[in-house]
């Protein structure tokens, strides 16, 4: 499996929110049905997933710096504009807590990847737990954009 290919499949895996609101004052909806892998956020469709970085092949890992483990959680994102489907940059940044309030620390870093099409996603990782839950907040802001844009989901991590 070629890294865009990899990368496009893990922003199929997870459960999600989405959300919207005008200016600096983003608006957070409760929680979208299990299974949404998307947001609509007005003019773009953000993707995201997350799940234990022990998924990746060894290549990609080591390409990207991302450490294999079980007890490792990735976060993928990307952001297309919706009038041609066209992977857009963005301010991208995470908050990450568990059910106990213990914010864990995920800083988000771009990748572009060249080719046919550009392809560009902001992925960060953290440590997890066995059964570990968290909860992610993405604020995003795609270049251009007055709007920023809020995307929740929950997820619980396996490691046994």
Do not use: W
Not at 42 to 51: E, K, R
Not at 93 to 107: A, I, R, Y
Not at 134 to 143: G, K, M, Q, V, Y
């Amino acid at each position: 499996m070629n890294k865009r290919a990899l990368l496009v499949s893990l922003s199929t895996m997870v459960l999600a929110a989405a959300c919207g609101g005008p200016g600096d004052s983003a608006s957070v909806p409760e929680a979208q049905p299990a299974g949404a892998t998307s947001a609509d956020i007005g003019n773009h469709i953000v993707h995201f997933s997350a799940q234990t970085t022990d998924h990746l092949p060894p290549a990609i890992a080591r390409e990207y710096n991302i450490v294999r483990s079980k007890n490792r959680a990735m976060l993928n994102v990307s952001v297309l504009r919706k009038s041609d489907n066209v992977p857009v940059t963005a301010d991208v940044t995470v908050n990450t807590v568990n059910l106990t309030g213990q914010l864990k620390n995920v800083t988000m870093r771009k990748i572009e990847e060249p080719g046919d099409t550009l392809a560009i996603y902001y992925i960060g990782d953290t440590t997890v737990a066995n059964r570990e839950v968290l909860n992610f907040e993405i604020s995003i802001r795609p270049d251009g954009e007055d709007e920023l844009s809020k995307v929740r989901f929950q997820r619980e991590f396996f490691s046994d």
